[in-house]
């Protein structure tokens, strides 16, 4: 019987200790008051696209300037008419699929940007190397004082953008 009363009597402290933690006295509260503090609301701002004008390339079937082709880059991109038109020219195999595709492309005076979707890496390629070429028309013309930032997105196979300039002289 001993052991029985020594947990009960350290049940019973801790209890009496408990209740005597709130002062014991009749002034305690016997209800927690809280106040709810309703965060403010905030204003969501939608994203907002940059400044500019896009527009869509159009596959063209021909291909102007074929002597100032510059292999040595993943795209070669040209004024066919300056602040108008540009002429976007990427060289590869015959098999479409094989080659990234000039999809869209954006500027805003200073910069532009053309966006490829990524060549089909499961086609079979053909190695009859010829030249893919689109042209984009600005709805606006630009004023265009001298070279422009060119970034090429996906035009390489690992998906990165390429950075060049397009310069300020149309293709002959």
């Given amino acids: 019987m001993r052991r029985a009363a020594i947990p009960i ?3 019973a402290a801790i209890v009496l200790a408990g209740c005597g933690a709130n002062g014991g006295g009749e002034d305690a509260p016997t209800e927690t008051e809280t106040e709810t503090v309703s965060p403010e609301p905030t204003a969501t701002e939608e994203p ?7 527009a869509t390339p159009v596959e063209a079937d021909d291909l102007v300037g074929e002597d100032a082709l ?17 002429q976007i020219v990427v060289v590869g195999s015959g098999s479409t699929d094989c080659v990234p595709t000039a999809i869209d492309a ?11 979707e990524a060549a089909d890496e499961e086609a079979t390629c053909t190695m009859d190397l010829r030249p893919h070429v689109w042209t984009v028309t600005w709805d606006e013309p630009l004023e265009v004082e001298g070279a422009l930032q060119l970034f090429l997105t996906n035009v390489e196979e690992d998906g990165e953008q390429y950075e060049t300039e397009l310069p300020a002289e149309p293709v002959e």
């Fill in 48 to 54: 907002t696209e940059p400044e500019g004008q896009w």
């Fill in 9 to 11: 009597a350290a049940i």
């Fill in 70 to 86: 510059e292999t040595e880059e993943p795209a070669d991109v040209r004024w066919l008419e300056v602040g108008e038109t540009l």
């Fill in 106 to 116: 954006w500027t805003d005076g200073e910069q532009v940007e053309i966006e490829f």
